[in-house]
């Protein structure tokens, strides 16, 4: 997975899957299961759609929004990405808000330093013993 294909999935994308986590839609309680993408209508309201559902719906959409093929996994990453930034490195947050078991797992795949930050660079000159 290339960084570019991540950076090109849509803020509307991220918070359209946010609002379904939080904003009522998707059903919480007694689903009796963990999965995240669930029939919200008809007979089999609840329960989860099956992986191949998934992959083509967020395919259909990637390409409606003109972004190329979208798999759920690079739009999993975009959101965490996304949290971990909003709440300014809060790794417990982007943990809980992504569903990842741990917050070493978030700080080892999302934890990146901007070496163009000049915090960054005040920092590394302050260890060597340089002016800022």
Same mark, same amino acid.
């Given at each position: 997975?290339?960084?570019?294909?991540?950076?090109?999935?849509?803020?509307?994308?991220?918070?359209?899957?946010?609002?379904?986590?939080?904003?009522?839609?998707?059903?919480?309680?007694?689903?009796?299961?963990?999965?995240?993408?669930?029939?919200?209508?008809?007979?089999?309201?609840?329960?989860?759609?099956?992986?191949?559902?998934?992959? +083509?719906?967020?395919? +259909?959409?990637?390409?409606?929004?003109?972004?190329?093929?979208?798999?759920?996994?690079?739009? +999993?990453?975009?959101?965490?990405?996304?949290?971990?930034?909003?709440?300014?490195?809060?790794?417990?947050?982007?943990?809980?808000?992504?569903?990842?078991?741990?917050?070493?797992?978030?700080?080892?795949?999302?934890?990146?330093?901007?070496?163009?930050?000049?915090?960054?660079?005040?920092?590394?000159?302050?260890?060597?013993?340089?002016?800022?």
């Amino acid at each position: 997975m290339t960084g570019g294909l991540i950076k090109r999935v849509s803020p509307a994308m991220v918070h359209t899957y946010f609002e379904y986590l939080t904003g009522g839609e998707y059903p919480r309680g007694d689903a009796g299961h963990g999965m995240l993408l669930v029939q919200l209508h008809g007979p089999g309201t609840g329960q989860p759609w099956a992986p191949v559902g998934a992959r +083509r719906m967020l395919g +259909r959409a990637g390409k409606r929004a003109g972004l190329g093929l979208v798999k759920p996994h690079a739009f +999993r990453h975009n959101f965490t990405s996304a949290v971990l930034d909003a709440s300014d490195g809060n790794l417990l947050i982007a943990r809980d808000a992504g569903g990842w078991s741990s917050a070493a797992t978030v700080d080892e795949v999302y934890g990146h330093v901007d070496i163009h930050d000049p915090a960054f660079d005040a920092a590394l000159r302050t260890v060597w013993g340089e002016p800022k």
